[in-house]
């Protein structure tokens, strides 16, 4: 329980940092609001115009973003170094800091960083699932629930998506592509895809598990899929833990650059 | 009785280093076949280090020190070797290890930038797992030790130097450990605020017996703080001593540069013991060796030479010293 | 006089040049960074597939699954090439580097004009041969007839001088605010709707595709690409005129606040 007191404190002195700005913490979060609503506006023009499109329907939008944007919004409100700012951190020899404390390295690197426009993903995600009008208790905690397996996922995902500059040096900005392109398949109905790029959506790119399974769950109150996604994230933590401790035991911390040739 | 606070064996350290010819050719053949070349930062060093001591690590820029911090800190996983710090295997060990031992380095800040020093010391005693109470009246005692009761409340990033060196180290001895890393502690800081820090780190070892390993470039830190010295080069040992004994084969050579008022004939000063290093029409270089010829006798023998406008007695810097050293 | 434009045209033409040499020397990083366009043409060639097959029609408002196809990776490339010189300028202000700039001799913005063309050049360039071979394995080649072109041309040039006006305007008001990235964001996401990045305007209802096609966030992303699938002499006179009349309207305001930061530096010196 030591763990979680100290996360909390983590997130705490984060956010505490983020409101040294208030203008750009405020602007941040607006921002990001804007830009999901943007690609709401776009659904809701699509689906007018074209009704229902691979079983696909409005209804299934306002779920489909709902869970998205909060998992997305709780994963990098408190767990904001993945994916791309990992690498650098990893590359940049940034790790040493997390190193000499007597803490779980990977929690403490992942859980100090605060992306402050995620206050605008959570807030968003609560709306969006409003305008789902399913509000059967069992419904929501479905929802809920998902949601939460869903921000670890995508934690995971990005741990090993940044963990990949322990083994090519800075990937910086192909790590962060890798976060982007999983959040972006997610957030399209994954019925359009067929084939390689459906099988690729289980297993390299699982943004099915972060959108498609998920609505599902809600949509047919099914608990035994949401234990089914637990199971995923369980193995994806798995995962990721074992890829980032491998590769920290060829972290450079940045001294090769220093050294005599 | 004091046990072994650090005990290294045949320590190495190698990285794999990517190599490039220069231009655009070598950029583009880079990219199809990189050629990769195996560096050694550090060679097989040993040495021991016992609870209470203070230990000053030292050498060039690349020697391999930072290298050796890391690994003894659990920071790297070595190629080769053995190391035990408080009977721990850093690199196996971390967690347990990490609250035994504080780390400062002074060009990789720990202090939150945006926020007053004190909310780091927080979070520190959180991750620590500090008993409120006790990090509180712990916390209390360093302000007063480092004076910075007046900084706790402003962002650190508006601090100078100094100021947040001093917090910096306040911060990693709330955990009271029994060792601690200080990588250039006393980088561009002015003669005050060093003092302050070396009477600091003076304090903790003779009141709580702390352990200290120290790397700098400053003698005057090295001189002051420790009674051994260690230097690397090369990622190898090449001296393990006393800092008095260093200072007694080493330190002993002076150099010094005169300028004259008047033009030089080119044949004035021919001293036994005294080596001329540079010839200018006003201008001369000297080095000795003030066990062999007095300081005193040197200069007064230049003033007899010619008027003098200015006299300037300096040690060799460091890295000659150590040159020296590692050429005996 | 002749002359003196012969050495302007000198000037500027060496500063986009090496701006776009500057470019290539880093063309695998902007390659990767303009990679992203395979993974966004797949994406898009799904989505507009399962609509064409939904709807049961080859044609909508106009448009084929391959006019689409296409449409989209010219909308692309007009997005992907815009310039970045809001953010350089908006950097110079913050540090103050920009009373040296603007005093060099030339015009400040002519300069960053001359230096976005050359980059521009490459991102654009990079981006269409990225997504080329999607758009040709999923909608063959385009319809477009060779004659059309010059004038695709005309107004591909016209809206790149439309965005670094916008974008001018943008990066110089951090003379009034420090954070320009929220001004940037919501110009481009009105261009993702309004402009047609997201979905061809043909598509839209109505009355939003008639507002839409008035306000300027269409000049810049949907003239382009809607006259590259599917080229109509009636809405090309209609497009360049709107485009003229923004670039009056813009530049103008763009004018005074540029006289304004001038008098600005100079009174304050900076």
């Known amino acids: 329980m030591n763990e979680l007191k100290f996360l909390r404190t983590l997130a705490g002195i984060n956010l505490a940092s983020a409101m040294e700005y208030r203008a750009s913490f405020i602007s941040q979060i607006v921002g990001m609001f804007i830009n999901n609503g943007i690609y709401f506006v776009f659904w809701l023009i699509f689906f007018d115009r074209f009704g229902t499109v691979r079983g696909y329907n409005i209804g299934e939008i306002y779920l489909l973003f709902a869970i998205v944007t909060l998992g997305y919004g709780l994963a990098y409100m408190f767990a904001g170094n993945t994916g791309g700012s990992l690498a650098y951190l990893i590359a940049q020899g940034r790790l040493d800091y997390y190193l000499v404390f007597p803490r779980n390295v990977l929690l403490h690197v992942v859980f100090s960083r605060m992306v402050v426009s995620t206050i605008g993903d959570v807030t968003f995600g609560l709306i969006a699932y409003l305008f789902t009008g399913r509000f059967h208790p069992l419904e929501i905690g479905l929802f809920l629930l998902s949601a939460v397996f869903v921000a670890l996922i995508l934690v995971a995902f990005g741990v090993m998506a940044g963990s990949l500059a322990f083994f090519l040096g800075n990937t910086q900005y192909a790590s962060q592509q890798l976060n982007m392109t999983m959040l972006t398949f997610a957030l399209y109905p994954n019925s359009l895809f067929t084939g390689a790029a459906r099988f690729m959506l289980y297993t390299i790119v699982p943004a099915a598990f972060v959108g498609a399974v998920p609505v599902r769950i809600v949509q047919e109150r099914n608990g035994l899929l949401l234990l089914g996604l637990a199971g995923v994230a369980a193995l994806m933590w798995g995962l990721a833990t074992a890829v980032f401790y491998t590769g920290l035991r060829r972290y450079e911390s940045g001294s090769a650059i220093n050294v005599n040739v | ?328 | 006089m002749l002359n003196q434009l012969r050495i302007t045209i000198i000037k500027y033409g060496a500063i986009s040049l090496t701006n776009l040499q500057n470019q290539l020397a880093y063309v695998w990083d902007v390659a990767g960074r303009s990679a992203m366009i395979i993974f966004f043409m797949f994406i898009f060639t799904q989505l507009w597939t399962a609509v064409y097959e939904s709807q049961e029609t080859a044609v909508i408002a106009g448009l084929t699954l391959s006019n689409t196809i296409w449409y989209f990776i010219i909308a692309e490339v007009m997005e992907l090439g815009k310039p970045r010189h809001d953010i350089r300028i908006s950097e110079e202000v913050k540090d103050g580097s920009i009373a040296y700039t603007m005093g060099r001799p030339y015009n400040y913005l002519v300069y960053h004009l001359a230096n976005g063309v050359g980059e521009a050049a490459v991102r654009m360039g990079l981006v269409f041969l990225l997504g080329l071979p999607v758009v040709i394995y999923y909608a063959g080649l385009p319809t477009v007839a060779a004659r059309h072109l010059p004038a695709v041309f005309l107004v591909v040039v016209l809206a790149m001088l439309l965005d670094f006006f916008v974008f001018s305007i943008i990066g110089l008001l951090a003379f009034v605010t420090e954070d320009i990235f929220s001004f940037r964001l919501i110009y481009q996401k009105l261009v993702f709707i309004l402009g047609g990045l997201m979905i061809p305007l043909d598509f839209l209802p109505d009355w939003l595709h008639r507002i839409a096609r008035i306000l300027p966030f269409s000049l810049t992303t949907y003239a382009p690409a809607k006259l590259f699938v599917a080229f109509d002499a009636a809405q090309f006179r209609q497009i360049v005129s709107s485009q003229v009349v923004w670039l009056l309207i813009i530049g103008a305001i763009l004018y005074r606040q540029y006289r304004w930061a001038v008098r600005r530096l100079t009174v304050n010196g900076g």
């Open chain 2, 1 to 328: 009785m004091n046990g072994l606070a650090v005990d290294v064996s045949g320590l190495v350290k190698t990285f794999q280093v990517k190599q490039k010819a220069p231009g655009l050719r070598g950029s583009w053949r880079a990219v199809w076949q990189p050629a990769v070349k195996e560096v050694t930062a550090v060679a097989d060093i040993s040495f021991t280090l016992e609870e209470g001591e203070i230990l000053a690590f030292i050498g060039p820029n690349g020697a391999g020190k930072s290298t050796t911090i890391k690994m003894l800190t659990g920071i790297l996983y070595p190629s080769g070797g053995q190391a035990s710090v408080l009977g721990y295997t850093p690199w196996q060990d971390r967690r347990t290890l990490g609250f035994h031992i504080g780390s400062v380095f002074g060009q990789k800040p720990q202090l939150w930038y945006h926020l007053p020093a004190e909310d780091t010391f927080r979070l520190f005693a959180r991750i620590y797992e500090l008993d409120m109470a006790a990090f509180r009246q712990r916390r209390d005692f360093l302000v007063e030790a480092f004076d910075i009761g007046h900084l706790l409340q402003i962002p650190v990033r508006k601090l100078s130097l100094g100021q947040r060196m001093k917090c910096e180290i306040t911060a990693s001895l709330l955990h009271r450990p029994r060792i601690i890393f200080l990588d250039e502690p006393t980088i561009g800081l002015d003669v005050v605020a060093k003092q302050q820090i070396r009477d600091a780190i003076t304090y903790l070892n003779e009141e709580e017996n702390t352990t200290i390993f120290l790397t700098s470039h400053d003698a005057g830190d090295i001189e002051k703080l420790s009674r051994r010295v260690i230097i690397i080069n090369h990622g190898r040992l090449i001296y393990d001593g006393r800092t008095s004994a260093l200072k007694r084969q080493y330190l002993t050579r002076k150099r010094i540069d005169v300028r004259f008022a008047e033009r030089l004939n080119g044949d004035e000063l021919i001293l036994p013991g005294v080596t001329i290093l540079k010839r200018g029409t006003y201008g001369l270089k000297l080095e000795f060796d003030s066990r062999a010829v007095p300081v005193e006798q040197v200069v007064q023998q230049i003033m007899a030479v010619k008027p003098t406008q200015d006299i300037n007695i300096a040690d060799p810097p460091l890295e000659e010293i150590i040159r020296d050293i590692y050429q005996a």
